[in-house]
């Protein structure tokens, strides 16, 4: 490293501590009242974080169902803001399977985000509006609006090879999952 590096990085550093120093003195000032305040707004916010989790949970997020009728679809969009449908043909390949299990995967450690099979051979209304003409598809939905469709599995595999950080990463930049739900 050269010397305007060092001088860079070390300007960078001073600049962070500063910051640090400053929030730190904010922190050592702040009155019982200040602090009974963020602890209110704190604990508010951990409550409201639980309601939804539960309600969540009750509407069956954090697996992956499989819809029977193609009138179930439209239900499901009414009562969750986030759907990931997955169309997919039982049985024609192990691709499949291992998309299922990663969503799987995915559903449990995602509960905002409401997860669904749905096999194409017995939904063809639906398979023909949403133009699925490959299998496995992923459907993605917000407020009950079609937002992406994963065509195949091409942009959520890494060289071939299904990669739950990958899928994870292609559905975080469609705003479908959330960073963290946990806190």
Aim: charged letters at 35%; one cysteine or more.
């Amino acid at each position: 490293m050269n010397s305007v590096q060092e001088g860079l990085l070390q300007a960078a550093a001073n600049t962070i501590e500063k910051v640090v120093d400053e929030k730190l003195e904010q922190l050592n000032n702040l009155s019982e009242d200040d602090i009974l305040a963020i602890r209110k707004k704190r604990l508010a916010e951990l409550r409201k974080k639980a309601e939804e989790r539960s309600e969540y949970l009750r509407l069956g997020h954090g697996s992956v169902e499989e819809i029977g009728e193609e009138r179930e679809f439209f239900n499901l969009g009414k009562k969750s803001k986030r759907v990931v449908y997955c169309f997919y043909r039982p049985g024609t390949s192990r691709y499949t399977d291992a998309l299922i299990e990663l969503l799987k995967k995915v559903a449990s450690t995602h509960i905002e985000t409401k997860f669904v099979l749905v096999n194409a051979e017995k939904s063809p209304f639906l398979t023909k509006k949403l133009n699925i003409y490959v299998l496995p598809s992923l459907v993605l939905f917000i407020d009950g609006k079609k937002i992406k469709t994963f065509v195949g599995l091409d942009e959520i595999t890494r060289q071939g090879k299904l990669d739950i950080e990958v899928l994870e990463s292609s559905l975080k930049n469609y705003k479908i999952l959330e960073d963290t739900f946990e806190d």
